[in-house]
């Protein structure tokens, strides 16, 4: 029971107040309490350590403030007493729907205040009055029961859509710091349910970063401003919320407004958002990087759908073709291509309507009559049509361009190899030479005895005249095989036999070998196909591997001097190797082949190191082994030639 300011000549008066079975209470003009009966204090809780100032409004339902604030309003400008029905929060938490009466009262001050008295009506929540059987209710008790159960209903459905939706609810009056605050409100900013519902409860949870933001929403909030921002708690457990906060004034209490609105937990909207964001950015900067690097390697990309026709090329494809985003891309690009390499094209695009994956090379003439070397690959996406391609085409023109400028220097250098092995060859050239000049010189000495002679033996002479041709057509044969050898001619890429190939080497060496007493024995299959290459560098490569095995025996082969080549066919290559019996290949085995490596005081140290370019622009391979006995076998693989 609260007694507030109340004069003595009242107490009579309060005795019969307290028996009224209504709830009574009477407040000033600032709607602070001075009298309170015992059935207020019995239904609402509210007893004198409760109520402090104007929080005894806070029992009154939000939706029902309005009601109680224009009643208080008339009685205070004498307007006479108001009837009303309002809900009111008895000491359960349970809201109950009372009948009211608003009029004036003029306070043993003089001031004009006014009173509240609430009479019984049918619970909101729940009625612990009901009678015991639902069988002696009146028609309009068990209406009244069907009404309870349904706000019942509704209630929990409120509950759970709160709860679900993480919004919870509010009244507040700013000006005054009295709010009230629904469950889910508590729970959202995790604050104690048995604390007062006070703004500083929220500002000790409100972001640092954010707090000049909330308490200039809530200074606008006191000033009459509807409120609808978003920023960010911090839990006593440490995680971070983001919170939308909206709040629209519903009335106006003496000039204070009193506002209704909602909290809600966005955090997990928010941070998805912030993930997609993200996400959102690492995409435009890797599209933006992905441009770049078309740029860089001039190399563009399509999505190419063959039942519609319909392509999508990106800004490099355009750039390659020198086609316009407005123009028709495929047809345009089609007029460009070199009447040569039509033919293959047409071959390509076949193949992507009949659903296979292709890749190929041709040539655009560009509309300023320059030449394009374009490469494009397209591969078959498994969509549910089966007819989008997804693409790349490259302009490899300065690649092209550095690789002829390449052949050309692979080209001279491998001449100077070439030179270089003429003095080594020197003496076998000279052997080769000198012996069918010398034949040529007796026969024909010979030939002149016979012819001077008193009897002139003709058909001796005859003969002696054949065989000088015959060592005269030797000797061209050398040189020829030499001129060809060693004479700078331009790359020609034909169909080579490398078994003829190697004879024609093994016979220029056949001095060389003779000379170091080591024995060439050449095992030729004579059913390997033709490869691809250029006649004289793949001459020079056996060259090049028969004078090293050479060297390798006569610097240490002991008493079994052999050198075996041997030539074979398999998976599409055809392999010449050359074994010897020599010293091995010693330490630095994985140098053999570096440009300038050499164990010889004498060489230059280019030979295998050439012969590794040549094989390997003909898109074979050259390696080196140890023998399980003794020497070292070298060999290459040259893929067969096509038509």
Request: charged share 30%.
């Amino acid at each position: 029971m609260v007694h507030h300011r109340v004069g003595r000549s009242h107490i009579d008066y309060l005795g019969l107040i307290q028996t009224i079975p209504s709830l009574i209470v009477v407040a000033d003009r600032e709607d602070v309490i001075w009298f309170s009966n015992r059935e207020w204090d019995v239904f609402t809780g509210l007893d004198a350590s409760t109520i402090d100032g104007t929080s005894w409004i806070n029992a009154i339902h939000p939706l029902d403030i309005h009601k109680i604030g224009n009643a208080r309003a008339r009685a205070l400008a004498g307007d006479g007493g108001t009837d009303l029905a309002a809900r009111l929060q008895a000491r359960d938490g349970n809201f109950r729907n009372l009948h009211f009466h608003v009029a004036p009262f003029d306070l043993a001050s003089g001031d004009r205040g006014w009173y509240l008295m609430g009479m019984h009506g049918c619970p909101f929540k729940a009625a612990e009055t009901e009678l015991d059987s639902k069988s002696n209710m009146s028609a309009s008790e068990t209406k009244r029961h069907g009404e309870l159960a349904e706000l019942r209903r509704i209630t929990a459905q409120f509950r759970e859509g709160q709860r679900l939706s993480s919004t919870g609810s509010f009244t507040s009056d700013l000006q005054r710091d009295e709010n009230r605050w629904s469950e889910e409100f508590y729970r959202i900013f995790e604050i104690d349910a048995d604390a007062p519902p006070t703004v500083d409860r929220v500002r000790e949870r409100v972001h640092p970063d954010d707090l000049a933001l909330f308490e200039s929403e809530i200074e606008r909030g006191r000033t009459g401003h509807n409120g609808d921002f978003e920023f960010r708690v911090i839990t006593p457990k440490g995680g971070l919320r983001y919170i939308r906060g909206i709040a629209r004034m519903i009335y106006n209490l003496d000039g204070r407004p009193i506002f209704m609105g909602i909290v809600q937990d966005v955090t997990e909207s928010r941070l998805s958002e912030m993930t997609l964001r993200k996400r959102e950015c690492e995409l435009r900067q890797a599209n933006y990087h992905l441009t770049i690097a078309q740029e860089l390697s001039k190399t563009g990309i399509f999505v190419w759908n063959l039942s519609s026709d319909e392509s999508r090329w990106s800004d490099e494809m355009y750039r390659i073709f020198d086609a316009t985003p407005s123009s028709t891309p495929w047809a345009e690009a089609l007029e460009l291509v070199h009447p040569m390499d039509r033919p293959s094209v047409g071959s390509m695009i076949s193949r992507a309507r009949s659903g296979e994956d292709f890749q190929g090379e041709f040539r655009l003439i560009m509309r300023d009559g320059t030449t394009k070397n374009i490469k494009t690959v397209g591969r078959l996406l498994a969509d549910e049509a089966g007819k989008t391609f997804v693409g790349a085409v490259q302009d490899i023109t300065e690649a092209r361009q550095q690789e002829e400028a390449l052949n050309r220097v692979r080209a001279d250098l491998a001449h100077v190899a070439r030179v270089s092995a003429l003095g080594t060859l020197s003496a076998s050239i000279a052997h080769e030479v000198s012996q069918p000049l010398a034949g040529i010189l007796n026969n024909a000495n010979a030939c002149l005895r016979m012819l001077s002679a008193d009897s002139p033996d003709l058909e001796k002479a005859l003969e002696t005249v054949r065989r000088s041709l015959r060592d005269a057509t030797r000797a061209a044969e050398v040189v020829k095989r030499l001129r060809a050898l060693f004479m700078r001619e331009a790359l020609t890429v034909e169909a080579v036999d490398l078994n003829e190939a190697a004879r024609e080497v093994g016979a220029i060496l056949r001095s060389e070998f003779w000379r170091g007493l080591v024995l060439l024995d050449l095992r030729l299959d004579e059913t390997i196909p033709k490869v691809r290459g250029d006649r004289i560098q793949l001459q020079q490569v056996i060259l090049n591997l028969f004078l090293n095995a050479l060297e390798a025996v006569s610097s240490g082969g002991g008493d079994d001097r052999r050198v075996r080549a041997e030539t074979k066919f398999n998976g599409g290559c055809v392999t010449l190797s050359v074994s010897d019996t020599g010293i091995g290949l010693g330490p630095d085995t994985e140098k053999l082949f570096d440009a300038f490596h050499t164990t010889k005081d004498n060489r230059m140290g280019i030979g295998l190191s050439v012969s590794r370019a040549i094989v390997e622009s003909l898109d074979g391979k050259i390696g080196a082994k140890q023998n399980k006995e003794r020497g070292a076998t070298f060999y290459f693989s040259i893929p067969r030639y096509a038509n």
